[in-house]
């Protein structure tokens, strides 16, 4: 590859920047939709840049495509110095190719949702820095570049989460976002200190060559490195115990919820297992404690999809659920599964989003699945998309989704450790999936459209980006075809030595999951449509199940159990674990407590200059005290 | 000759003295006179240091250390004039707006 | 005979300094605190610093002291209630300062005479506390801090100038 | 003669001079000369000291001594006093301060802090202090009119003289153990085994501690900060939090560069736990804080914990830590400083938090500035002090102290709540109450060359580090 193709490697990340920086400054002159088509025209470059980077890349031989490209010197930490350099292979190429699509059609989509918008030009300010520090994320080189992207995308969707800021709701999901991703980042600041202590460098290829010669296999450090850099991805990715902010995050503008759910910011937590896979193979117990996080999130926050109300919180749950499926993936060592997820779940989730957002916008600004009906004949091109993103999502034969999540439960099946259990959790949270995803569809486009609303089709720059979207939703499956498997070889260079399937499992396999995922379509087609009544009764006969479901299993009553029956270990983990209630009072609890530390403190602060000597006289007389000890 | 021990524990005990004062006084002329015990104090340890390695430059420290004294008290004073217009009052502890 | 004459001006030193802690009276604190130089400079001669002892006398007693009896005369006199509002602390100083009278005493009778013995010069004591040895110092090898003293001496001066010129 | 190589300090004092004759003297007396000749004193100064950069040299066996650390220092002091004098100017016009003496205390205290940098020689070291303490405590009560500055200067005034008795008491100690308070010789006579007396150095050493931690606000002898923070002039504050506490750490990391390796053992200690509870002090009360200023004071209380924490060791690479996280500091500092001023009305300032409610609407640029700052001293990449931060935790990991890095990093969670929460006001509140902005030429621009500092340092690092790492002590 010629030396300017990787030099322009550096624009993909700038090129946003410039863009946000511009509409930044410049937003107050320029007229509304001015802002909007630059800041797609920025991402649109970069896009084209990352697709003329992967059309030199596959010119070369597989073992080739690997750079690591230095723009300068960037930091020299002791002896050893971090540089501002990209790295450039397959994974990275796909990521910023999938990053900067996605957010490409998000951006036009958002020209025409957020036309009324009165800080338009900030918005689109905010969502291209947002761009650029995934974009950043991904292509770094080494950990702390990878470090800033990470804080980058912290900093952005707290403050386009928050963008409405006058609702309160709003500004408190904002903080929320950004606060629990504080703690995760302490882990992972924490991790990759640990990195330059055991390795004396944080460069990629410095740690990933010389991981294998410094630890050895299941070595008590590289669980600890990798348990730690989990941890950042738990918060990130909003996986069990740290997933609380997602849901909430629902507050920003849709688009934006388009943007954290399918492209960047909780992708970054599976794309960042994805690439240290050399320090997790290292590590089985970081291995399996990633998988057993990912199904145990898949299958929770399934289950509690299947009750909501909302539509975007419905999403909001679907995301955490299918993020775990990547876990999953990327903790039975099926990496390249993993990213295929990654990748087609950005499309259909992308594509869902953009389709509740339509709704919405149909029919102002309506989420209650109990308000909404009949839209099918007012929308018809958010109902084709949205269903295909459904079905994409539930797993139907043909679609992107359907190759890359029987990827992955392949995978697990054959996995020696619990693999049957992950893949058994694995098939019955498909079937969950599927059912609530068509129960939202069956509800909002059938039946009696609601009277006094007026339900039009969205314009045209919202519905083009729906399109585009749902043909990706199909046709970005078949990269991942099981006999070919066009992704699997196009990142094999990437993930050496890791599990190759046989396609006799995997047809196995993939027959159940189907019989499974169609399963849950036709529950939710019988239960909505044929027998709508039958909810109702199920709801009654299963009372039980249902209210556990609603109330997010009665994290409150377990709670309230734990303290009266505390023999009940069992229980108290399972509330440690689900109990949304439980972290958010944790989080709550803890800054109640540092408050009044502080209002206690800063008592010691009297006003009075005699006390005020009198604490300098004890702070001397301790040191000195101390200092008297050690002169024998 | 007198142990230098003595000389070296009447410092001590004159700076504690001094310290004393500043802790307990609640006149702020005093306290500042205190402080001066204080230093004297050190001065003396100075001396005797300077007098029983017969180091002359000990001495020469005790004359920088009386010279900011003055320079000290100089400024201490204007400050507490300054003061003494605006509240009338040479207490310290009528001076508590600031605090926490 | 030499620590006798000690052991009477210690004693006064110490008299005198605790006088200035506890006398209620600003007036006579000073009074007292002068006293207490005084006996310092006389302390200053049993170690032959007479050159020390003088300008002790001449600076300390002479000009600061009686900067601070102006002040005190302008005030009207006070008479103070000495703990006020804060009488947790007075349970607290005696023992506080109790602890480190220890420590600094222990300190300094216990690590002594280590490194007199490292260059006995064979000063006179005429060389040692006498103008022209000092001088000597002061102006060659001392003149920067010198220079400094000055400096801080001129900022003394216009931040006293500046205060009272605010104050009109 | 040796004297040009110490022409940095002494163009600053004969600035100094020039000013107050020049305010005397002249007959017309324009208020902008004042400043220009202060600037230009500092200005010629900071070029001086450039030019002496790679030439080592000391003066009566380190009375005093110009090598780059004190170069690096001088310069730090030189700059911020610069900078100082251009956030301040329509301040002093607006409160009627705008007089000779403001400037020429401002620049000899400047020398004293370069003074405190450059020396061997604890007596000089005392002088300087000394000469940084009497101008700071009557620049605090510069201020007419209001009962704050006059308490906080009296506050300022007694706890500096009280410790820096305590600090002369260490001065005579370490005279008592080893006959000389050159430092450098004291070291010298401690490697070659000769006769000195370990007890005092000890207990000088924790005086020397004491003294100096007053000047760095370090817990506890913080305990002045926010009361004479909150007190003082603004400006005057933001002379106090940059340019006193870096000197202060100036002959903190000077003396025990030297006196360490003869009884780290026990100052390790020591510099542990002060670190501990000075950040964890810090960044706890500062979150009950409703006044900005307040905030920063124990705000900059638990920046003087951070940067202990890397002298748990004194190696060049956490002294160069150490340099580049009180660099990237002051630049922080002096910027949120310098916004703090810019909300005003002639002598009235907006100084509750509250008051930043909604700015991002009214003066996007100014509170984008106020949020790069924020963030900067919160360690949020891409800013400076995320790098700072990064290089100070990964060299006391490199030390050794992992526990400490552990205590460090739960501290900047709880930091970055505080910060946040300016950022989270401006952003994402609406406007309370009108809050008049008085942005004037010089303050506008001294923001905005902060706030491209504060960015700039966090992508390109490495030059000004590499620059610290140059033989800091030849």
Redesign the interface.
Known sequence: MNSTLLNSVLFVVLFPVFGSLFVGIAGKWLKKPLAGIIASCSVGLSFVISVFTFFSLIKLPPDLRFFDKVF????????F?VN?GFYVDPLSLLMIMVVSSVSFVIHLYSIGYMKDEEHFSRYFSYLNLFVASMLLLVLADNF?LL??GW??VG?CSY?LI?FW??KKSA?DA??KA??IN??GD?GF??GI??I??TFKSLNYNVVFSNAPLILSHGSGIATAITLLLFMGAVGKSAQLPLYVWLPDAMEGPTPVSALIHAATMVTAGVYMVARTHVLYQLSPVSMGVVAFVGIITAFYSASIGMVQFDIKRILAYSTISQLGYMFLGVGVAAYSAGIFHLMSHAFFKALLFLCAGSIMHASAGETDLRKLSGLRKYLPVTFWTMVIGALSLSGFPGTAGFFSKDDILAHAYVTPYYGKFLWGLGIITAALTSFYIFRMIFIVFWGDKQKESHPHESPKIMTFPLIILALLAIIGGYVGLPESNLIHRFLSPVFLGTAVLSSNVELKTIMVSLVFSLGGIATAWYFYLVNPSLPESMKKKAAGLYKLLLNKYFVDEIYERIFVLPGRKLSSFFADVFDAKYIDGAVNET?KW??T???Q?????????????????????L??????T??H | MIPIKLYLVLSGVLFVIG?SG???R?NVLVMLMSVEIMLNAVNLAFVSFARYMMLPKGQVYVFFSITVAAAEVIVGLAIIISIFHKKESMD??D?????? | MGLIIFLILGILSVFTAIAVVVEKRPVYSALYFIANLVVLSLIYLTLHSEFLAVVQVLIYAGAVMVLFLFVIMMMPPVVENRFG??SF?KF??MP?LL??LF??V??LS??LYASAGKSPSSLSFENFGGIVSLGQLLFKRYLVPFEITSLILLVAIIGAVYLRRSEQ | MFSYLFMPIIIVVFTGLLVLLYDVLAVNVRKEHLLFISLAGLIISTLYSAILWGLPFSFMKGMLVSDNFSIIFSVFFLLSSAFILLISYTYLNDNNLNVGEYYALVLFATAGMMFMASTFNLIVLYLGLELLTLPLAILICFKKGRDFSHEAS??FF??SV??SA?FLFGIAFMFGAAGTINIAQVAGDFSTHAVIS??YL??S???L??GL??KISS???H??T??VYHGAPTPVTAFLSAGAKVAGFAALIRIFFYLFPG?H??LT??FIVLSVITMT?GN??????RNIKRMLAYSSIAHSGYVLMVLTVFTP?SISSAIFYLMVYVIANLGAFGIVLALRQKDREYIDIMHFSGLAWKRPLLAGFMAIFM?SLAG???TAG??GK??L???T??NGF?GL??AG??NS??A??YY?RIV?LM????EKENVPVTLFPSLGVSLFILGIAAIYFG????PI??LF?TTLFH
């Open positions: 300068f010197q960037w930091v020299p930490v002791g002896h110095l501002f702390l470090f800033m804080e980058g900093l403050l928050g800021f006058h500004a904002g903080r950004f606060i504080r703690i302490f600041l924490l200190l640990l330059y202590h800054g540092i408050k530390n502080s209002e403190w800063r008592k010691i602060h009297t006003g009075y200059l005699r006390n005020y000597a009198l604490i300098i006289l004890i702070g001397g007389i040191l000195l005290g101390f200092l008297m050690k002169i | 310290t500043v802790l307990v609640k310290v502890d001076m508590n707006v600031l605090k926490g | 509002k804060m602390q607290l100083i506080l602890i480190f420590e600094l222990y300190v216990c690590g | 009296l506050k007694i706890l009280f410790s305590f370990l007890p000890l207990i050493a924790g005086l501690i004491l931690g007053f817990v506890p002898f305990i002045w926010p009361d009884i053992l026990s200690e020591v002090l706890i009360v500062a979150i009950a804080q690479a963030l949020v990449p891409p995320f790098m990064f290089y935790f990964s060299v990991v490199k992992t890095v552990i990093l739960i969670v709880l970055a709540y946040l989270y952003y994402m509140k609406e992508i390109f690092p490495s580090i590499s790492k």
